[in-house]
């Protein structure tokens, strides 16, 4: 899912937890899983540069087995629907991408793995990809958050730069934020991009659900006090707000001068960032305890038997572990995400030059927290930003946080028990 983020309408929020890149419609996957060949089908979404790299890591495999073929399905909308409708019909491919987001859904109609944790660089990146203690896909990329500062700005203010390694308390962000804000209008520069909600809560340490899934959490203190804090930083107009920037690109007001420090910058944003030369930039962790993880994993279908099958635990596991496969993950500065394997930790981090400290990809990737899944969590999450959208200051609202937050946080737990 490269699309930061926000609180969205519902319909916009389904969209974006199907992890969908726009684009033409593909043609329909037909193949049919015959245990008797060697040949598989692979489904994935994305744009045309992480279809690219999806591509590329096939194209590799198909070398490393001569003989066998990969054949890719690069669905470019509404590929989570249309991943539903290929299993009804049984026509699912044999292996599928899909985000540990959304794996609670998906898991009754893959095959279980076997997962070794100590391939890759931190323990959280192949827990993420567990269901209900058990391994329904095996991760591939992962895609924590980095913030970027305006180097040019900090030093204009007389504000030292944060570290490259520990990240600011919230309370020292918001200081720094306060210096680094100043001007009217569309001149005003604001210290912060757009906060975006759920990433602050996870900063904060709380969460917007409880670790088994039975509750949502986002209407307790913690909850509140962030959404206050976000509050706070829009009125003081530390941080601009979502009626601010819609309908544009926050990228694009970083490049212009009226961001001091952009909070969102997931790896697939490298390839935007590149092309910017002025202001100076580089890269920071998030403050606190940063934003939530995306791991991206593959996926076997439950159908899939003999050679077939065989050939699927190959190609996961190629994917998953092989440098040749993770290197892939980078194509020229555009990156799918980040490889989750020590041996192609360099490959993203040498894309732009060191000043620009894209280790911090590194850094983020051995703390990334990452959520847990829930089946409807796109709906469920999806009812309550709207919520948050339409009544509270965090949207277009003027209702009071603390009011509406537990309401809504209850009815998102009534939504929870109701699965």
Not at 340 to 353: F, H, Q
Request: charged fraction near 20%; hydrophobic fraction near 40%; glycine fraction near 8%.
């Amino acid at each position: 899912m490269k699309l930061p983020y926000r609180l969205l309408p519902v319909a916009t929020a389904l969209l974006l937890a199907a992890g969908c890149a726009t684009g033409s419609q593909p043609a329909a996957n037909n193949s049919k899983d015959d245990g008797g060949s060697a040949d598989i089908t692979f489904s994935f979404w994305g744009t045309n540069s992480e279809a690219a790299s999806l591509k590329a890591i096939a194209a590799k495999f198909e070398q490393a087995n001569q003989g066998t073929k990969v054949t890719t399905n690069w669905i470019q909308s509404d590929y989570e629907q249309k991943i539903q409708t290929s299993i009804a019909g049984g026509t699912q491919s044999t292996v599928m991408e899909i985000s540990n987001t959304s794996l609670a859904g998906f898991a009754p109609s893959f095959a279980e793995q076997q997962v070794d944790p100590g391939k890759y660089v931190q323990p959280n990146i192949s827990s993420a990809l567990q269901f209900q203690g058990k391994y329904y896909a095996m991760p591939f990329a992962a895609k924590p958050k980095v913030m970027a500062i305006n180097v040019d700005a900090f030093k204009a203010a007389g504000v030292p730069l944060p570290s490259t390694t520990t990240p600011l308390t919230l309370d020292e962000f918001k200081a720094i934020a306060a210096k680094l804000s100043h001007g009217d209008g569309k001149a005003r520069v604001f210290g912060s991009s757009n906060l975006w909600y759920r990433g602050w809560l996870t900063a904060a340490g709380g969460g917007y659900y409880n670790a088994d899934a039975s509750q949502c959490t986002f209407g307790d203190d913690t909850g509140v006090k962030t959404a206050q804090y976000v509050v706070d930083m829009q009125k003081e107009r530390y941080a601009p707000t979502s009626l601010d920037i819609q309908g544009q690109d926050q990228a694009q007001w970083f490049a212009a001068g009226r961001l001091a420090t952009f909070s969102d910058f997931g790896p697939w944003t490298v390839a935007d960032f590149a092309k910017i030369s002025k202001p100076a930039w580089t890269l920071v962790p998030v403050p606190g305890k940063g934003f939530p993880m995306e791991v991206d994993g593959l996926a076997i279908s439950k159908k899939a038997t003999g050679k077939q099958l065989e050939t699927a635990k190959k190609f996961v596991e190629f994917a998953s572990t092989q440098q040749v496969a993770q290197d892939q993950l980078i194509q020229g500065n555009t990156a799918l995400g980040v490889p989750i394997i020590a041996a192609s930790t360099p490959t993203l981090e040498k894309v732009l030059p060191a000043d620009r400290n894209l280790a911090a990809f590194t850094t983020a990737l051995k703390s990334g927290l990452v959520g847990v899944s829930v089946a409807r969590e796109a709906q469920i999450s999806g009812d309550a930003d709207k919520g948050m959208t339409s009544y509270t200051p965090l949207g277009s609202g003027k209702d009071d946080v603390a009011k509406v937050l537990p309401r809504l946080a209850a009815k998102c737990t009534d939504a929870l028990k109701q699965q």
